[in-house]
């Protein structure tokens, strides 16, 4: 009887012994390489609008506990935003990380984004995509990228978008050097994000593809991301706290949480509260896009519709009443005209939130060159 040989599984088998192989080479090498460990809460961290914070990676500071709804203070909880930056010489940088949540992910969202870091080099004066570390249990150690050659590099690491830090310790090479990244320019100040999921940044494929992530890359900026999933509503709470802060712009981005009648009442009296302590600070409105059902719901879409209408009034009332440093931008094209921008018809993906900048952050420019 002939035997016939199938190729396709000889094929794959040899495939799988190469990978293995080549995966237990690297760890031999990386096992070879000593490493020293350093506490990024020695280095420079941006991201923390408050520096008193009950844990040392919050977003919101520590008096803010039993003030804003509890459902608030554990979403401040993720460091959205947060990040390290530092600059070593070392041919491989490598993360050790504890986390606060034994959830490493969330469905339609990867571990990578929920639960792991992100890591920048700037290169030739622009910042260049070098690595990124997924968890697979609560404590890891990884690399985030190897085979560099000896030089110095200034790194941006971006922490987990819906996760918390508990420790986080950065590893190069034992002749390695390591030192605190430059300051920023005097008086530059960072861009505040308030918002939903989408600005936390829920479905991006990693930490440093949210909106506002390329935002603050593409500007050079520093970021601070007030998003918080399902709980943007504009309260009195979060409006005193965002008054707190001293940024370049505010990007107000809360409508997919709100009602119409939410709206109405609430977002009017969080931009007054804001301009009470900085009166020529810009405000950027954004407007809600079409989301869900919307396309082939009329209760769903007529909804949004009222909520952005309600927006509108607000904005054309506050420029009747010269505030000349408010700026808006219009929902409809915001993820783009063909339902590909997201992974569940809300949340965006690289794709939907590339396609956000496109509009959102030639506002931006404007409002940093006029102000």
């Avoid at 495939?15 to 020293?36: E, M, P, Y």
């Avoid at 600059?87 to 639960?115: C, E, F």
């Avoid at 940044?201 to 399902?230: E, V, W």
């Avoid at 018809?345 to 952050?361: A, Q, S, Y």
Wanted: some cysteine.
């Amino acid at each position: 009887m002939k035997q016939t040989v199938n190729f396709k599984w000889f094929k794959f088998q040899s495939l799988s012994i190469l990978f293995i192989l080549c995966t237990l080479n690297l760890t031999a090498q990386n096992a070879a390489i000593k490493l020293r460990w350093v506490d990024v809460k020695e280095l420079s961290i941006e991201g923390k609008g408050w520096t008193d914070t009950k844990q040392f990676f919050d977003r919101l500071p520590a008096k803010a506990q039993g003030v804003v709804r509890p459902s608030i203070w554990e979403l401040q909880q993720d460091a959205a935003g947060i990040v390290v930056r530092f600059v070593t010489n070392g041919t491989s940088i490598a993360a050790r990380w504890t986390l606060t949540k034994t959830k490493l992910s969330i469905p339609n969202v990867s571990a990578s984004g929920v639960s792991g870091l992100d890591l920048y080099v700037r290169e030739n004066g622009k910042w260049a995509w070098f690595g990124a570390a997924r968890p697979d249990e609560m404590t890891n150690e990884k690399n985030l990228t190897t085979g560099l050659s000896p030089k110095d590099r200034e790194c941006l690491l971006y922490l987990p978008l819906r996760n918390g830090i508990e420790k986080l310790e950065i590893g190069i090479p034992d002749d390695a050097s390591f030192s605190l990244a430059p300051e920023r320019p005097s008086g530059m100040k960072p861009i505040v994000f308030y918002g939903t999921s989408i600005v936390q940044g829920i479905a991006a494929s990693r930490p440093g593809m949210t909106y506002p992530a390329l935002i603050c890359r593409h500007l050079d900026r520093p970021m601070i991301n007030l998003g918080f999933a399902g709980n943007a509503v504009c309260e009195p709470e979060m409006a005193s706290l965002l008054a707190e802060l001293d940024p370049a712009v505010y990007i107000i981005d809360p409508l997919p949480n709100m009602t119409a009648q939410m709206v109405k009442e609430r977002t009017g009296n969080l931009i007054a509260t804001i301009r009470v302590a900085h009166p020529k600070t810009p405000i950027i409105l954004v407007e809600n896009t079409e989301m869900g059902d919307a396309p082939t719901n009329p209760n769903r879409r007529n909804g949004y519709a009222a909520a952005n209408l309600e927006l509108r009034k607000i904005y054309e009332q506050r420029l009747k009443e010269g505030d000349r440093k408010l700026y808006y931008i219009h929902g409809d094209k915001l993820l783009g005209t063909d339902g590909e921008g997201t992974v569940d018809r809300v949340h965006p993906t690289d794709l939907g939130f590339m396609r956000m900048i496109k509009i959102i952050e030639p506002v931006v420019k404007r409002a940093l060159k006029r102000n």
